[in-house]
């Protein structure tokens, strides 16, 4: 690296989730369906010692340091540079931000594996591909998916809500996985599928965070809203419209009726 190499860490949101088991050693078997917006963190990588800077709106509580999932990627392969993060994607908001942020830097150092990419946590093998995907296993298993244009509305009430808690809280961790996923013919084809898929964290994550239930509720009222559910852990919560118009307007909508919530239209593909 001679100059500073810019790379998208795009939002990564859960379309599906299906917690199908646990194992021995604790960790969650999963079978997800991801997408990815068409937006996210800026992450910026050039040579010199190792040195993470942050910027953005949403900088509260994220690291600086060797904690940062970004300074960790550099650890596991053996490799320093100067780290530049723009923040715009909430910290602990079931959309992958962290992992998004280690893949990309991954992905301009190089040659890193499936297990190294584990190391860092279970969304970085799929968000290393940072396209639709299929995850199974505890998350190093991952296949591309063909998915139409989804246009979409993000919806953060600006809470946090750890992983940890929402798996302590599920009292159910062994659920059926998803069947074949069929070919869409559009977005209103991929809804209705969509719509008899779970996310098995969601009553979980509304019984940490009521307001989960509020923000789900808000969108489904939202005009020409085809879908809406939870992403990951939460609480980031999204919706489905028909085109990009419909999802703009919900975010006019529900930009007026709640000041203070993180609140972006976006494209998942």
């Not at 604790?26 to 190792?50: I, Q």
């Not at 953060?156 to 996985?177: D, G, H, I, L, Y």
Request: with cysteine; glycine share 8%.
């Amino acid at each position: 690296m001679t100059s500073e190499t810019r790379q998208l860490a795009p939002a990564k949101v859960n379309l599906t989730l299906h917690v199908t088991g646990q194992r021995d050693d604790g960790y969650h078997l999963l079978d997800s369906l991801v997408a990815f917006a068409d937006f996210g963190d800026d992450v910026y990588v050039s040579a010199g010692p190792t040195h993470l800077s942050v910027e953005g709106d949403l900088v509260a509580g994220v690291p600086t340091g060797p904690t940062n999932l970004m300074w960790r990627a550099l650890d596991v392969m053996g490799a320093e540079a100067s780290l530049r993060l723009v923040k715009r994607l909430p910290a602990e908001a079931g959309i992958g931000g962290g992992s998004s942020d280690a893949a990309a830097v991954l992905r301009v150092i190089g040659g890193s594996t499936v297990e190294q990419q584990m190391s860092l946590g279970a969304d970085v093998p799929v968000c290393m591909l940072a396209t639709a995907a299929r995850m199974r296993g505890v998350g190093e298993q991952v296949e591309k998916v063909a998915l139409p244009l989804l246009p979409a509305l993000l919806v953060n009430p600006r809470v946090s809500m750890p992983t940890p808690a929402v798996f302590s809280a599920m009292t159910k961790r062994t659920n059926a996985e998803m069947p074949v996923i069929p070919t869409f013919e559009g977005v209103a084809d991929a809804a209705d599928w969509l719509a008899t898929m779970r996310n098995d964290m969601q009553d979980a994550a509304i019984s940490i965070q009521p307001v989960i239930e509020r923000a789900l509720s808000d969108l489904r009222s939202t005009r020409q809203c085809l879908l809406a559910r939870m992403s990951g852990s939460g609480a980031t919560c999204f919706a489905i419209y028909p085109t990009m118009k419909a999802a703009h307007f919900a975010a006019y909508e529900l930009g007026a009726m709640h000041t203070d919530w993180w609140i972006r239209p976006c494209t998942l593909s």
